[in-house]
């Protein structure tokens, strides 16, 4: 015996065997003409227009069903039974189009989520065909979440805290008409509202750095005002057990929009400025007062931003910190 060669490829191959043998079985159990499922009669006003075929990708491969099509000319309408009953979105599987939004929400773009899809499952879905389904389910998928009840953690830490940021999404021409762009601009993209979630505890020694709580975090992203987006990231914090809070802390970039939500939403949170943009303020305040990019504005901009991150904050504005 010469033993066992591309033992990879021997996966690959016996895999692809097991699936396709499966799909032909799924095939003919679903095309049979004794299966029972619900609403498999014609109803009064309709009439049986026969069988008509139509190619499914499910999770094993691609299938043919043979599907008996109703009409009513009465109304207007036309149904297929069996599509209904197996929950087919358009030519595609509830778990097939459950795994291409999942890939399109953790891959990052439409392309990497059709790769994705390849390389895991073996199911070749072009890019657009992904970008069309996660259209499709987005209603369905928010009242799922609005439909969610509140989530309580009794593990959770004491201090409760929300973020939001918005970041420009391309669009397509016709979903940019009547907007302005940056400095009155042409407009490229619409602005995306995304906010966060998340419970800590303090730490429990003074050096040790706090640690959000496991599984506290939830997101949410739409494409609204900021007052629309507001009562949204609210009622997101509200499922989350913002009431039982001791807390809450409010983390923002400092724009306008952000803490008036804020202001607005969450009126007892204890806002923080983000260390990145607190940061770029230092930066500018350094290059104002000593010469911008000169070498005692960026020593004084180290020292600021180290005294930042150990909460000297007072002692920067009052300028007590002993400059070397």
Request: aromatic share 8%; charged share 25%; hydrophobic share 40%.
């Amino acid at each position: 015996m010469q033993g066992v060669g591309d033992f990879a490829a021997l996966e690959r191959d016996l895999l692809a065997a097991l699936k396709h043998d499966a799909a032909r079985w799924v095939e003919q159990l679903l095309n049979d003409p004794a299966l029972a499922f619900k609403n498999n009669q014609p109803q009064a006003d309709e009439e049986n227009y026969g069988q008509r075929p139509k190619a499914v990708l499910i999770s094993l491969g691609w299938i043919t069903l043979r599907r008996s099509y109703y009409y009513s000319a009465t109304r207007g309408e036309g149904r297929f039974p069996l599509d209904a009953a197996l929950g087919l979105v358009e030519s595609y599987s509830p778990g097939v189009v459950r795994w291409a939004c999942r890939a399109a929400a953790l891959a990052g773009s439409y392309q990497a989520a059709s790769q994705d899809l390849l390389t895991y499952a073996g199911l070749e879905i072009d890019a657009r065909q992904i970008q069309h389904l996660v259209a499709q389910m987005a209603p369905a998928m928010n009242r799922w979440r609005e439909a969610q009840g509140p989530v309580f953690n009794p593990a959770a830490g004491d201090i409760f805290c929300v973020g939001t940021d918005g970041t420009g999404a391309p669009m397509r021409r016709r979903d940019l008409r009547g907007r302005k762009g940056k400095n009155g601009g042409k407009a490229r993209t619409r602005e995306v509202k995304v906010g966060t979630v998340f419970t800590h505890r303090k730490p429990d020694k003074p050096d040790q750095r706090p640690e959000r709580d496991y599984a506290s975090t939830s997101y949410i992203a739409a494409i609204v005002s900021a007052s629309q987006f507001g009562p949204l990231l609210r009622a997101e914090a509200i499922r989350r057990g913002i009431a039982k809070a001791r807390v809450v802390v409010f983390l923002g970039d400092g724009a306008v929009w952000v803490w008036k939500l804020a202001r607005i939403n969450f009126p007892n949170a204890v806002c923080i400025l983000d260390y990145y943009h607190a940061c770029e303020h230092l930066s500018l305040l350094s290059d104002t007062l000593y010469g911008e990019s000169s070498k005692l504005a960026k020593k004084r901009f180290r020292q600021w931003r180290k005294a930042l991150l150990k909460d000297r904050i007072e002692q920067i504005v009052s300028g007590g910190l002993k400059m070397g």
